[in-house]
């Protein structure tokens, strides 16, 4: 029966898990399950976690710990909930989720995901707890029901799954496996779905995405460039964009497709990870931070205005207060828009949670504080220095105020405008009057 049971996604990390949830609650949808963001109304609920650093990782025990409360009122008053662990600290932690939480029906890695409603049906007939945790041969995107609907104007597209970087920090290599390229007309032919269903720009996502090598129609190996080029020529699909990307791959046809490609948006989000070339190489990063700023220049050549967004970690093993200050002078030379920065997390099974060296939590704390400090007043610069131009802005939802909308410069930056409701899911100029360090305001131009 449609809409007769209830499903609760919750979703922690990054945007490959926004992605799936989404998958996951559509391919329910057949199997009667319609979307509730309540709990107590939930008769399953799915939190799909991230295991990227153990601040995020222990956030699913508290909420299983409430979810434990949740499942015995619900008991009580006749009814049963099923709770499901999915993502990467499924993939990671496996059975021992289970031990750790009882009230767990279900772990699910993140590479059965087309076997959610199956797995679902067995542990609550079969009364016991499951664990689905394998690599298996079959593809699930050709097992995943064909998307149908979108929240918003923009959506996610994953193109790629994996990494074989194997930086000593990252646990992505053992979460999400080896690299994984989706072929080209599986993507085209998702693109061409969600444009349907009235999306107007699309984020490829993959851990590794600039190494993206699916196969096209003649089983040659294609970039991302040129799938970006293929992607350009759907009608309707208005502005690409991509992430993340590694240094490493950013090749010459990327990066000449950021000066041709008029769909794709002038925004690159390029982890750093350190400035020091010594930390560098402990993080087997296989680049130095003089290539990363001569990739800098080339991509600045190529798109000059480009909005750049990193990654970076402080208090890796053996860093040192120069090292540091390497990290910090490579954030002046570069000037980020927009910047993730972390204290390092020793995470099991990686090499770099074994080297005897870790930095103190004061000293990572201390540094991370200087960082931020640094990239805040980078961020707030950037975008008080839009004051005065006029933007596209894709209008993406409401905004708190009334009347108010929000939507996304060609930048990134979010940006708040007065505006008619009509104008959601549309492409409107917007003068901008006023910047925040994390938002922009501005007024709709008349056509
Ligand atoms: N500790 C801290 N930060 C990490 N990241 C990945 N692994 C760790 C870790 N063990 C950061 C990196 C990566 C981002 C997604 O998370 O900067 O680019
Ligand atoms: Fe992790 Fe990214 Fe390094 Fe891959 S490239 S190991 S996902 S940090």
Same mark, same amino acid.
């Given at each position: 029966m449609p809409g007769a049971k209830k499903v609760l996604v919750k979703t922690f990390g990054c945007q490959m898990n926004v992605y799936d949830s989404e998958r996951m609650a559509e391919s329910l949808k057949a199997y009667g399950y319609s979307e509730t963001d309540v709990a107590e109304d939930a008769d399953l609920v799915i939190l799909n976690t991230c295991h990227i650093r153990e601040k995020a990782a222990e956030k699913v025990y508290s909420e299983l710990g409430r979810l434990r409360q949740l499942k015995d009122e619900r008991r009580r008053e006749g009814r049963a909930t099923q709770v499901a662990v999915a993502g990467c600290v499924a993939q990671a932690e496996g059975g021992e989720i289970i031990a750790r939480a009882p009230v767990v029906d279900l772990v699910v890695g993140p590479q059965s995901y087309h076997r959610l409603p199956e797995l679902l049906y067995r542990a609550r007939s079969e009364s016991r707890a499951l664990v689905e945790t394998s690599f298996p041969e079959e593809d699930k995107f050709n097992k995943l029901p064909r998307r149908t609907r979108t929240h918003s104007a923009s959506a996610f597209l994953t193109v790629q799954e994996g990494c074989d970087k194997f930086c000593t920090f990252c646990v992505v290599p053992y979460t999400r496996g080896v690299e994984a390229s989706r072929p080209v007309h599986a993507i085209l032919d998702e693109a061409r779905a969600l444009v349907d269903a009235g999306v107007a720009e699309i984020t490829l996502l993959g851990? +590794?995405? +600039?190494?993206y090598h699916g196969e096209d129609e003649a089983g040659s190996s294609t970039s991302l460039a040129m799938l970006i080029r293929r992607l350009a020529g759907i009608e309707g699909l208005e502005r690409i964009r991509y992430t993340t990307s590694h240094p490493r791959d950013m090749g010459e046809d990327l990066i000449a497709a950021h000066a041709s490609e008029k769909k794709l948006m002038p925004y690159l989000h390029l982890p750093v990870q350190s400035g020091s070339d010594h930390i560098l190489a402990g993080m087997n990063r296989k680049h130095t931070a003089a290539y990363y700023l001569d990739l800098v220049t080339r991509i600045r050549k190529a798109r000059p205005d480009i909005a750049l967004s990193t990654d970076i970690i402080v208090g890796f093993p053996g860093e040192t207060e120069d090292d540091f200050a390497a990290t910090l002078a490579i954030v002046e030379q570069v000037g980020f828009a927009q910047a993730y920065s972390f204290k390092y997390s020793p995470r099991p099974g990686t090499p770099a949670a074994k080297i005897d060296a870790q930095v103190p939590e004061p000293v990572k704390l201390d540094r991370l504080y200087r960082l931020q400090r640094l990239l805040e007043s980078q961020q707030t610069r950037f975008n008080a220095a839009c004051v005065g131009r006029t933007f596209p802005v894709l209008f993406e939802r409401s905004g708190r105020r009334e009347g108010q909308l929000v939507g996304r410069s060609p930048y990134l930056q979010p940006v708040h405008a007065f505006a008619a409701s009509e104008l959601l899911g549309r492409i409107v100029s917007v003068e901008i009057l006023g910047a925040g360090p994390n938002s922009l305001q501005g007024v709709i131009q008349a056509a």
């Open positions: 851990q +590794n995405v +600039n190494g």
